[in-house]
């Protein structure tokens, strides 16, 4: 999921459907936290600042029905900025698509729920970020008003007559339980035509679009570095380049040679798997060595091959698969 997000300007392909400021003062309206004080309009954008589940939206009447679309013909794009008390790991943008009748003659409605994953920007930046969002990556669906759609209705294709915006809802199930503190601004949510392009992806350094070994060498020589070093790296925020950056980049955002994100400290050739022939050779033939790649059994960046800091490490993920 993460390495879908994608950082860039603003499109220039036409807005179908925006939930900006002047769309919430016509059209409006929150509900739940969002509307005891959670939700606030200021500036030029909203602040969310919830200990609770919530949300707020825009819309028109059904006879308004915005220009229909296809997934492939379209894409989201959030101007967003994380505070700095921000303890939630995403919101969610909701789209609601109307799909026509059903055999009963009750409209269908589909409600389409995106994740932001707040963890992959920069927490306190006085900046925003724009996130493009795929139309096909939306996380759960619930249809209303009518019958189930049938299989050409269930995607957005009709007409779009509702943006939200919804902090994360409690794990209890019980949505007046709290809920770790979202604290976030956004500017705007828009749908806009044309395909979203992905220009910048989490940890891939050299900037080629692809997480993969070459990236992973940037911290070699790297780690116990303030983040003012090279801040790309510090992916958990702490101030630190550590192992545990290391170990979000090796486990979730470093991509096999099978596509798959994420594999096992000890995957030196990243196959996805930890085995004895690809990966355990490999390390031993280098044991004692100064290195400064992960393919010489570096595994924690410390430009040294040895027993320790490395062959335990792969030891202890023999047999690890996650090539598919």
Do not use: C, K
């Amino acid at each position: 999921m993460l390495a879908s997000l994608a950082f860039t300007s603003y499109s220039s392909g036409q807005v179908l459907f925006e939930m900006g400021l002047t769309q919430f003062a016509e059209v409006g309206f929150t509900y739940d936290s969002f509307g005891d004080g959670g939700f606030v309009v200021e500036n030029d954008y909203f602040t969310m600042d919830v200990t609770g589940f919530g949300g707020a939206g825009v819309n028109t009447s059904f006879e308004e029905i915005f220009p229909n679309f296809t997934n492939q013909e379209a894409f989201i794009e959030v101007e967003i900025r994380v505070g700095e008390n921000n303890e939630s790991t995403d919101v969610r943008i909701i789209l609601a698509d109307e799909d026509g009748f059903a055999a009963n003659g009750g409209r269908i409605v589909q409600d389409y729920q995106y994740t932001i994953d707040l963890t992959a920007l920069p927490a306190g930046d006085s900046e925003f970020t724009v996130v493009e969002i795929d139309l096909d990556s939306f996380i759960f669906t619930a249809t209303s008003f009518a019958s189930e759609p049938t299989e050409d209705e269930a995607a957005i294709n009709y007409g779009l007559f509702q943006v939200q915006i919804q902090s994360v809802f409690p794990e209890s199930g019980n949505s007046s339980d709290p809920t770790p503190r979202t604290d976030v601004d956004i500017r705007r949510v828009s749908v806009v035509t044309g395909q979203a392009t992905v220009t910048d992806v989490l940890g891939d350094f050299n900037d080629d679009l692809v997480v993969d070994l070459v990236d992973l060498d940037f911290y070699n020589g790297s780690i116990g570095q303030p983040a003012s070093f090279n801040p790309e790296l510090d992916l958990d925020a702490s101030g630190t380049i550590d192992d545990a950056d290391l170990t979000i980049h090796v486990e979730t955002l470093v991509q096999t040679s099978n596509g798959v994100a994420g594999t096992a400290f000890g995957d030196i050739n990243l196959d996805g798997v930890v085995n004895v022939l690809g990966d355990a050779f490999a390390l031993v033939g280098n044991l004692g060595s100064s290195a400064t790649s992960w393919s010489e059994g570096d595994l924690n960046a410390d430009q040294t091959v040895n027993v320790l800091g490395d062959a335990f490490r792969l030891v202890g993920n023999l047999g690890a698969d996650n090539s598919q």
